[in-house]
Every structure is written in C-alpha cells, then in structure tokens.
T-cell receptor, first 112, second 114 residues
Framework: QKEVEQDPGPLSVPEGAIVSLNCTYSNSAFQYFMWYRQYSRKGPELLMYTYSSGNKEDGRFTAQVDKSSKYISLFIRDSQPSDSATYLC????????????FGGGTRLMVKP | GAVVSQHPSWVICKSGTSVKIECRSL??????MFWYRQFPKQSLMLMAT?????????EQGVEKDKFLINHASLTLSTLTVTSAHPEDSSFYIC??????????FGDGTRLSIL
C-alpha cells in the first residue's frame, strides 16, 4: 500500500462545476499538507499549504484536512478550463517539508 | 514571490555527453534545494537533497557519480548528468525552500539523450 493514495483520474467536469480532489494517507506523523498544480511540461505550482486539521480558503480554492480520518481534500469552485491540469497532494511530517511524500496526482479536465 | 528558475527548459544531446542543469531561487535565499525526476504520467521521484556548502544527500538507488549536484550558493544549485545515456532521458525538476517554508518548484528540464 502506498503511503499516500490519490485517484489518478482523469476527472472530467463542465465549466462552472465544483471539483473535489482527495488524498488519503497512512502515516499519522504527517502534519503539513500541500496541494500543487502541474500543467503539462511544467513544474508543480504551490496552491495551498495547511498545517494540521482544518480548512483554508484562497479565492476559488478550499483545502480541508481531517487528520482523524487521514483524509485531505481540495475543492475548486466555479471551475474554469484554465484549471485543467494535474493536481498533486503532498505531505510532510517535518516543518513544511524537507521530505515531501506525494500522491500520484489527479488529472483534471474542465470542459468549456 | 518564491520564484524558482530552471535552465535549460529542454536539451537534446548525444549519448556519452554530460549535461548541466541550473536551478536558481530568484527572490529568496534557498537553504535547501531538491532535485526530482518525473516519468510520464507519474509523480515526482526525489533524487537528492542539498544544503548550501554541503554535500548532497542522495536517495537510495540514485548514483551520485552519475548525477553530480553542486549547491555553491544560497541561490544556485546545479545538477550534472555525466556520460548521459538514453535511459537518462526524463523530466528533471528542482525545488527550493527557505527556512520553514514549503518547497517551490522550477519549471523543469526535459532531457532527451539520442
């Protein structure tokens, strides 16, 4: 079993839909949780960074962490075609991540 | 803020040559830099971690004589793929972090060995 599990997709949604992306993990030591967006042939771009359990909102993006269930989510409201990318969750037990453990990535396609 | 620049973005070279990839943090001092390799439709695989002025720490299975890493300053790290062969063809991505901040990634280098 992988330490971090992420549905690879692809996930196809119409423009304007609410998107829910999820990761589950097994290591209870993880405290720092990140979501990265990666466009084709580009490096990952940090979208959200959260510590421990709770919610964090930034514009159309909301990150949720439920440490008791070892489950994290990224919600995208009013999805746009420009949101089409691969979304990677990442997590770390140390202070924001010398050692990041990545999910496999979910490929999202938002159709106009 | 937190911009990481990687150069070149794409390189094609003949088998047996050495290739150097640069990674620069443009607007912050990177105490730690990381080098990853990514295969198509897969997640990132950490190759090595380097701290400025120190020898890099390589992950298991990564040949340090094959992938030379130099982190000479707080804003620059280089990865040299020595005597590259077709199996070294891949997408190489660097990242950098400062203190307790998350890692920020460069845009990657597509390496093709003929």
């Amino acid at each position: 079993q992988k330490e971090v599990e992420q549905d690879p997709g692809p996930l196809s949604v119409p423009e304007g839909a609410i998107v829910s992306l999820n990761c589950t993990y097994s290591n209870s030591a993880f405290q720092y949780f990140m979501w990265y967006r990666q466009y084709s042939r580009k490096g990952p771009e940090l979208l959200m960074y959260t510590y421990s359990s709770g919610n964090k909102e930034d514009g159309r993006f909301t990150a949720q962490v439920d440490k008791s269930s070892k489950y994290i989510s990224l919600f995208i409201r009013d999805s746009q075609p420009s949101d089409s990318a691969t979304y990677l969750c990442a997590m770390s037990a140390d202070n924001a991540g010398n050692m990041l453990t990545f999910g496999g990535g979910t490929r999202l396609m938002v159709k106009p | 803020g937190a911009v990481v620049s990687q150069h070149p973005s794409w390189v094609i070279c003949k088998s047996g040559t050495s290739v150097k990839i640069e990674c620069r943090s443009l607007d912050f001092q990177a105490t730690t830099m990381f080098w990853y390799r990514q295969f198509p439709k897969q997640s990132l695989m950490l190759m090595a971690t380097s701290n400025e002025g120190s020898k890099a720490t390589y992950e298991q299975g990564v040949e340090k004589d094959k992938f030379l890493i130099n982190h000479a300053s707080l804003t620059l790290s280089t990865l040299t793929v020595t005597s590259a062969h077709p199996e070294d063809s891949s997408f190489y991505i660097c990242s950098a972090r400062q203190g307790g901040q998350p890692q920020h990634f460069g845009d990657g280098t597509r390496l093709s060995i003929l």
